[in-house]
């Protein structure tokens, strides 16, 4: 038997479990040719999936309705008429939210569970890990004894990214939403400060506080106000990384906020969006860098595992709610 | 006699002439060794200017109340006890709003009156110029074939920056507020579309229809409705140089506008804020390639003349009304 999750509606505003359909198909998967059949183990859910979920322009194509949702995932493989794979190998890839499936192996790799568990390969050593190492690096371009911000650094992405700032000799502030977050970037992950947006007033001056030789690069994964309030705050030549904008993603209307644009005039300043394939060819480095200082201990990380396939739908909802504390992960 | 323009008052939204002082001084001005004395010939009033006129944090200093007001200036040495210049010399260089002033030399550069006219030092082969070039080429990194926006295209700077686009082979779309600008950038700068946002009802979809492929590189030299209209309708990896904000220079609260961060992200897009300063190496090689096409007949400028030291400070205000067609400048 084969669950699948499809999507059902795109959502107006924040995803509901009524936008997702469950169902099951009892006829055996057949395994031809240079093909694997799969079992799902891990399902990483993730912000970014929102947008494929609307029908807008964007730099992946929209989910359709009434297929399958896609997001990373790490599989078993059970039985494979593939030479680059054999039973038992654990892979990743970019596959549908099902139970099982068949793939052809294109866009997999496989993974090793001796060296790291399974979940961290769709965390610190996949998609989070790269996007942390290669947004700060290659965009933020940081010095040390400079300043770092990050917003959503209780995240997944957003400890990876203080940790990293640490280890490159940056002074690091985090901005995040509960006090336990918050106690948990400073003890957990070594940031020097911590903001709570949630209980702070005037976070325009809670930022000059933390950060009163300015602030020199910015690690955005929220947008809205609270980078509205990083903003004021930049030095000359600040580089902003705009990983994403958690806080707008539901917005059904066009989100509006401060006007950049004289900010970065004054300031000299740059923004810049990405994806992380955009440094595909950094890869090799950054898990080679993200590996060594996992061994090493100098980086850890933080998981939420929601356990079981039928939570699927609502653990990713949950990201909205900032429910998870680092990498929301669902395992099957 | 020497007459001095000083900042009175720091102007509360528009300036008007009542933040300006003339003050006039009787006294002979003597020169010492290594000084020359100045006469002035041509003042640049410049966007910018409006910057240094509030005590806000900026790039530059700002002016200080009661001094002299001081932007880019053509001056005739009158006369020199520096080795480096002689009587009869003509100079450009940043220097107060006085009809005459004693200077050191430093940070004067000599202009050649059988080369260009006088004005143009202080525009296409001056400040203007070079802004155009180096924000376009160093940022902006146009592509033949690709589609450049330029707001504020009659002005000073959108109008070099238009032509340079066609020269390096762009499809260009200016964006001005007459319907007489609209047509000089067709007929006198080469742009292929221009678009009057004052008698346009949907900036977006007129941006739209005018970039067929959307907008690889935007050259943004006002900021705030116009600039999100262009925003909605760029490319993957399309770069944005944020050059000025012209339209929100005299906004007494912070500007609201579109959030730009979720359209960077999922375009990848890059915004740059810069001033001319921060290329300086690469003036040369930009007054050389300016002062080619300009001898080759292949770039044009306009500029206002206004006559009279007692009609600068109108000069200035009238630039946030767009008076002036391409560089303003004002003859003493």
Redesign the interface.
Known sequence: MTKTILLKNRPEGKPTTNDFEFVTDDSELTVNKGELLLETAYVSVDPYLR?RMSDA???VPPFELNKAIQSGVIAKVISSKNDNFNEGDYVSGMLDWKTKQISSGDGLNKVDPSKAPLSAYLGILGMTGLTAYCGLTEIGKPKEGETLVVSGAAGAVGSVVGQIGKLLGLKVIGIAGTDEKIELLKSKFGFDEGINYKTTDNMKEAIAKAAPNGVDVYF?NV??SI?DAVLMNIN?FARIV????IS??NSTE??????????????????????VS?YSDKFPEAIDKLATWLGDDKLTYSETIVEGFNNLPQAFIDLFDGKNKGKMVVKI
């Open positions: 947008g322009k964007s730099y955005d947008g809205g980078s000359q705009v990983c994403g904008a707008v993603y066009l989100p509006k906020g401060l006007s950049v644009q004289p900010l970065l005039v004054k300031n000299s300043a740059l923004m810049q969006g990405f994806i955009n």
